[in-house]
């Protein structure tokens, strides 16, 4: 028998998002996640908060620098994780 299915249709995951974005050629975000996970393999649910804060930067028409730091904490599910892109668009 596949058990797979069966455990992934009934896991519940349930999340919201609260967040707040400023600028055009320099932009700044904040915003907090809580999660509700609810594994049927587990004995409880578990509840996650990840705090993320993202920051654009565009240097010149060519080239575009991005930050995005994620903090997350509870559950089983603690870490941080930092994402630099660079976008560089040479001109034809």
């Keep these: 028998?596949?058990?797979s299915s069966d455990v992934c249709s009934s896991d519940l995951w349930t999340a919201g998002e609260l967040g707040v974005a400023i600028g055009r050629d320099r932009a700044l975000a904040l915003t907090?996640?809580?999660?509700?996970l609810d594994y049927v393999a587990s004995t409880r649910a578990?509840?996650?908060h990840s705090v993320i804060a993202d920051?654009?930067?565009?240097l010149s028409a060519a080239l575009d620098v991005a930050v995005s730091a994620i903090a997350?904490?509870?559950?089983?599910r603690p870490g941080a994780q930092l994402l630099a892109t660079f976008a560089w668009r040479p001109l034809p």
Aim: net charge neutral; hydrophobic share 40%.
């Design 32 to 36: 907090y996640r809580p999660e509700r």
């Design 55 to 58: 920051a654009q930067l565009a």
């Design 1 to 3: 028998r596949d058990w």
């Design 72 to 76: 997350t904490a509870g559950g089983d």
């Design 46 to 48: 578990l509840v996650v």
